[in-house]
């Protein structure tokens, strides 16, 4: 802990959004920050502090009926130029400012302020967010001391424009292989060209319509799409075998097995093979919990069509919300930046909140 | 020239073709086999020798009012464990056996003992075939003093099973790409999938039905294939561009602008790039020349299907016929072999009809 870091907590949401962007904490590095954050918490009588691995989770002990949890993680993707911080017009400029630096101030501010909040609180500060789900600290909360982590309502500082973005749709990804017979292309009846055979899989995607159901009142944008294709063995070969990679975003009123049904319907006589899946989260506003949070932040609630962490405390039971500063777009581009005012609005009504 | 191999030309076809695969001869390594073949071929009196290169020019200089070409190229393919020879069963295995040192020992053979042929007769023995056409020995005499290649009739010795096949047909290599947008594959509704867009490629492709023309009496069958197709960006985004290569097969009675303006017809309103062509050649069998020697050898000719240097030939005005010993399907296979049989009939046709 020589040339440890030391984190200024009550300094205001903006100086330590910029505090924090100036840790660098790229995935699998996390450990400089995960400390900073256990040290300037530790202090707080209010606060049960615990740390796994890079991940720390700072409890409330208030004994109150409901119990909220605020999370956000301490990685970045890899530095583009875009450190340090710099301030300019409003905007927080920096790699990690927007996703999500900015909304992990929002909760530290919180934790070492709200002495004495109307709900408890349980805040996580986690690692690997940014890479393989393997290394993803609240994942492994949730595998293997999931008691950490019960709340009546998770809500994650995912960058949303600091609205409210509720739950988030599924993904699967599958190959859909073509199979044909090889031969010489200057003798090309002797063969099948799996190539062509592609055609059939493309004009089902081409012809595909994808659903927009309502689930718990939020309209949700369902996707089916080619995202890759491969085929041929050389320049005189009638190729035997076409691959083609399909993304199927789906909405949370369908399981990962009913999406699997789902495009093994779509493609019904080909060759599916599943490649990966993570699943959809409900929007849960239907919970009292998630009732309540959003009538006091009054936002109105948008759909989440991207994948979070979201997903991970649907799976726990949890319903769970995105609400932080920043456009989502800019997350892991180097001109990533976060507006000020977004930072301060998030803080502002998580705390009236807390307190009402 | 120490170290130098020497071949014994009257020891006949097959125990000669022997001698020739056991001197390697791989493309850009011709060199120790060309030298063999010229300082077999320079004691003759009744041979006017040329050197260029790896590329001997041997030719009878009688007045005849006909001359005749018999080629072939004296590079093989990279070994794969099958040198030197060995003969079993009538068949004679080894590397360049079959492609094509077999015909090429008939052409040695027929130099060295045929003194006072009935037709002026040009023997070439050529490097570089197996390899980008920049290197090919036959191209380099016909782009650079092709009066030395002038004839009434060329005889590639190309394995055609000891049958005559006659011309070839031309290859014509396009890219057809399709283009959209990109978006992230959550939101697919901002972006226009370029994928999807191939299958209009695709079914163009499926629905085509290529031609069999008859071209001087044989019947030769066109080709239009996907050799090769790619496109995706990464597995959450909705990708912006695919190609589809595609390979045309085209019969002589097209030529490459010809190949070019159908492909051109059939990808209407799509974008295509010309990657690569070579031209067919007509069989060519109304000339005399050619008829007379498929009446003296009585086969019934075949159209050729496959590229092959008689092209070359064509674009010259001197009609061309492929007509060697071996099985074009073993050629550049580990167990490339030639029939002795066919070896020699080939000589014995070859003989009579120069001698008659």
């Known amino acids: ?81 875009n450190l340090p911080h710099r301030l300019d ?43 393989e789900s393997r290394f993803n600290g609240l994942q492994h909360l949730a595998d293997n001391e999931p008691e950490l982590i019960v709340a009546d309502l998770a809500i994650l500082m995912e960058p949303s424009n600091a609205g409210i973005e509720a739950g988030c749709q ?60 491969r085929g041929g063995v050389a320049g005189n070969v009638v190729p035997d075998e076409c691959v083609v990679t399909v993304n199927y975003r789906f909405a949370p009123d369908l399981s990962e097995d009913d999406a699997v049904a789902h495009v093994r319907a779509v493609f019904d006589g080909l060759d599916v093979v599943v490649v990966d899946s993570a699943p959809a989260a409900r ?25 979070t962490d979201v997903a991970r405390f649907s799976a726990l039971g949890i319903p769970a919300l995105n609400f932080g500063p920043g456009d989502p777009s800019l997350a892991h581009t180097r001109d990533e930046h976060v507006p000020v005012s977004q930072i301060e609005s998030c803080e502002t009504r998580l705390r009236e909140w807390l307190r009402a």
Chains 1, 2 share one sequence.
């Not at 040339?3 to 400089?32: C, M, R, W, Y």
């Not at 002495?115 to 609180?121: G, M």
């Open 89 to 131: 017009n409003g905007l927080l400029y920096g790699l990690g400012s927007c996703d999500m630096k900015g909304g992990v101030a929002v909760a530290l501010t919180l934790a070492a302020t709200l002495t004495d909040p109307s709900r408890d609180v349980t805040y996580v500060f986690y690692e690997g967010e940014e890479v």
């Open 1 to 81: 802990m020589s040339d440890a870091i030391s984190l200024d907590l009550a300094t205001g949401v903006v100086a330590l959004t910029a505090q924090l962007v100036d840790v660098p904490s790229e995935s699998h590095h996390e450990a400089a920050l995960a400390d900073a954050v256990e040290s300037a918490l530790t202090g707080f009588d209010h606060l049960d502090v615990q740390r796994r691995g890079n991940t720390i989770v700072a409890r409330t002990m208030l004994g109150r009926d409901e119990r909220v949890l605020i999370g956000g993680h301490l990685d970045t993707v890899p530095a583009n130029a």
């Open 170 to 229: 599924g993904t699967l990804r599958v190959d859909v292989t073509t199979r044909g017979e090889r031969a010489h292309s200057a003798r090309a009846w002797l063969g099948v060209n799996a190539i062509h055979g592609a055609g059939d899989v493309l004009n089902r995607l081409a012809a595909y319509e994808p659903r927009r159901p309502l689930v718990d009142g939020l309209e949700y944008r369902e996707g089916l799409n080619a995202v890759g294709i």
């Open 283 to 307: 929007p849960g506003l239907d919970r009292p919990a998630a009732a309540a949070f959003v009538a006091a932040v009054g936002a109105v609630p948008q759909p989440k069509f991207g994948w």
